[in-house]
């Protein structure tokens, strides 16, 4: 019998994916997790652009 893989944290898992990644936004920038909004989300720690939000 398939063992279906658990997707909760789904979000969380794409934060992470998202993290460290380079920003499409600008040369130097890379993603980092912060609060956006009071929401969690990936900001470019160079020129500040959300990469990715959790509503
Ligand atoms: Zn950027």
Same mark, same amino acid.
């Given at each position: 019998? %398939?063992?279906?893989?658990? %997707?909760? /944290? +789904?979000?969380?898992?794409?934060?992470?994916?998202?993290?460290?990644?380079? *920003?499409?936004?600008? /040369?130097? =920038?890379?993603? !980092? +997790?912060?609060?956006?909004?009071?929401?969690? @989300? !990936?900001? *470019?720690? =160079?020129?500040?652009?959300?990469? @990715? +939000? !959790?509503?």
């Amino acid at each position: 019998m %398939q063992h279906l893989r658990e %997707q909760t /944290e +789904q979000s969380d898992t794409l934060l992470e994916l998202l993290e460290g990644t380079s *920003c499409s936004f600008c /040369e130097d =920038g890379h993603l !980092v +997790q912060e609060r956006y909004k009071g929401n969690e @989300a !990936v900001i *470019c720690s =160079g020129c500040g652009t959300p990469g @990715a +939000q !959790v509503w």
